[in-house]
């Protein structure tokens, strides 16, 4: 079955740098990738996806991209701010499909620094 | 609209007691996930539901758990003779028909002493 992989598990940046988590999966046939924030006390929330047609996908300053050869995909955040602190999960599935067990990484936790 | 909502929001219990908890996704979404998460870990899939029909209950630790989903909404965790090691964020999720994102409720959080 499917396997992700999340790096770094633990990750601080100064407020206004780039932050960059990396992820690899290994079920080739996965085709939808997922990335949810999950601050203290909450549900993950999905903050951005992205699909096996697509290499870059951009939400302001978000951006994900997508090496389907390589089965990675990684999550960009520009100039972060504090309330960017969370724990970061990416995830893949077929998403194509009426179902499809969503495999998680094991997350990324990530504190800016003011 | 309103969310995913789940409730109790926190469950202290005895080992040996059973619990229940309960989830209550978003107005017409077919699919309902549950998932456990351990302190300071990822995400660990459960049991999820199409309607009131589990295809896959292939991440149920043990036969401890079990979970039922009645007129395609609400939704019930059980555990049976808890265990210390059962404590943890119980976490539920519901889809709309035909999409793959899933909606996170706040979770259930769990002890058991």
Not at chain 1, 38 to 45: I, T
Not at chain 2, 93 to 102: D, K, N, V
Request: glycine share 10%; charged share 20%; with cysteine.
């Amino acid at each position: 079955g499917e396997n992700v992989e999340q790096h770094p598990s633990t990750l601080s940046v100064q407020e206004g740098d780039s932050a960059v988590i990396k992820c690899t999966y290994s079920d080739s046939a996965s085709n939808y990738f997922p990335w949810y924030k999950q601050e203290l006390g909450k549900g993950p929330q999905l903050i951005i996806d992205i699909r096996s047609n697509v290499g870059e996908k951009k939400d302001q300053r978000i951006a994900v991209t997508l090496n389907k050869t390589a089965k990675h995909f990684s999550l960009h955040i520009t100039e972060t701010q504090p309330e960017d602190s969370a724990v970061y999960f990416c995830a893949a599935s077929m998403g194509w499909t009426s179902y499809d067990k969503v495999i998680f990484g094991p997350g990324t936790s990530l504190s800016v620094i003011p | 609209g309103a969310g995913v909502s789940q409730s109790p929001s926190n469950k202290v219990t005895e080992k040996g007691k059973d619990v229940e908890l309960r989830c209550d996704p978003i107005s017409g979404h077919t699919a309902l996930y549950w998932y456990r998460q351990s302190l300071g870990q990822g995400l660990e899939f459960l049991i999820y539901f199409q309607g009131n029909s589990a295809p896959d209950k292939s991440g149920l630790p043990s036969d401890r758990f079990s979970a039922e989903r009645t007129g395609g909404s609400v939704s019930t965790l059980t555990i049976q003779r808890t265990q210390q090691e059962d404590s943890a964020v119980y976490l539920c999720a519901s889809s709309p028909p035909g999409r793959e994102t899933q909606y996170f409720g706040p979770g259930t959080r769990l002890l058991v002493l």
